[in-house]
């Protein structure tokens, strides 16, 4: 209904020398503005991702078009994707996104999974159907996070690494609603994941 | 907003000698009670689908479970699944669904896809993103209609078939929403199909 922006509203982000090599930029959700501020800290990035939501589309719009012409992934779900673009079909928002930058386009969709949208190559993973969700905070931002990371540890960012991170971000997410807070995911092993990970391949498969 | 039944009000289905050994049975959605009289007029069917809608689990809910016992393969959406079994979260709703009866629960989800849950064997499709829907009407039909087609023409009732089968009900689904009435799956070609189930191949692998 209403966000308090609490610590985030005085925030100036200055990053940290040892971390401005770092190829791999996973810029959290703030204001584009400091998205913007965080970017011109970073040396040559390999990969900048961006998440946003309906506030920065509310109250920012010009500067999230900004920072869109200056990123390689935007990642956001289907009501801010339609927001933004005033597209009500996914498809043709994901097209009037690309055309503000980005060439990949990730679509949260909650429950319904995700969509990865390459120009003309599209992705769609399903949610993992759980039959106990706990708590959907923090979800969006555990997808954001797993799916670079994976980015990063494997420093593939071809197409189809593209849609094993979102696999793994979906992992993650799925984690994440089991508990409150980062209870689930804490407790989950690295066998899980792959566990989980395997269960999409069983979920997808025909 | 209002079902009317029109010629299906006083509908009383005879069905000629010739298509009483059917194998397959596809018990289109009307009254449960009718479905059951189609049902007790075919001898000894192989797999026998029952499609049905919320004007039935509100005015028919103890012929409609009482139907569940008599049928292999439930098809419903989401919502009606969430009513029919008064569970918001549709895995259990599922679960509540297989213990009616039916081994087999096909809960669709229109734009989000279909889900196929066999028992413990769960297989997750989502749509076809299109950038061009027209008119989602008799999509749930024609998905049930292709679903059932393919299994009969094929002749194989095993799981990993079904999961196919539900892949043909969505291609066929698909093409039914980019026209007005039959007239965009009538103009599809054989091929045509085939190159759109390998659409779906492309958009879920991973």
Redesign the interface.
């Known amino acids: 209904m209403r966000t308090d922006l609490n610590v985030f509203a005085d925030f100036r982000p200055k990053i940290p020398h040892t971390f401005r090599s770092t190829p791999f930029v996973l810029l959290g959700n703030i204001d584009p503005t400091l998205q913007m501020e965080v970017l011109d800290q970073i040396t040559r990035p390999k990969l900048v991702l961006a998440d946003t939501m309906n506030l920065w589309i509310d109250i920012r719009r010009p500067e999230l078009i900004e920072l869109c012409r200056r990123i390689d992934v935007l990642v956001l779900n289907d009501e801010e994707a339609r927001q933004l673009t005033d597209c009500k079909?996914?498809?043709?928002a994901a097209?009037e996104l690309h055309a503000l930058g980005p060439k990949t386009v990730i679509i949260k969709?909650g429950e319904?999974?995700a969509?990865l949208l390459q120009g003309n190559d599209?992705?769609?993973?399903?949610?993992l159907?759980?039959?106990d969700?706990v708590d959907p905070t923090g979800a969006g931002d555990t997808f954001a996070g797993a799916l670079m990371g994976f980015i990063a540890r494997s420093g593939d960012t071809s197409s189809?690494n593209l849609?094993?991170a979102?696999?793994y971000g979906s992992v993650l997410a799925s984690f994440c609603v089991q508990g409150v807070s980062t209870n689930r995911i804490a407790a989950a092993t690295p066998e899980d994941v792959l566990a989980r990970y395997n269960e999409?391949?069983?979920?997808?498969?025909?």
Chains 1, 2 share one sequence.
Do not use: C, D, E, I
């Not at 079909?89 to 043709?92: C, D, P, S």
């Not at 599209?122 to 949610?127: D, I, N, R």
């Not at 999409?200 to 025909?206: E, G, I, K, M, V």
């Open positions: 079909n996914l498809v043709l097209r969709k319904h999974g969509l599209v992705f769609s993973l399903p949610a159907p759980l039959s969700v189809a849609r094993r979102v696999v999409f391949q069983r979920l997808t498969s025909f």
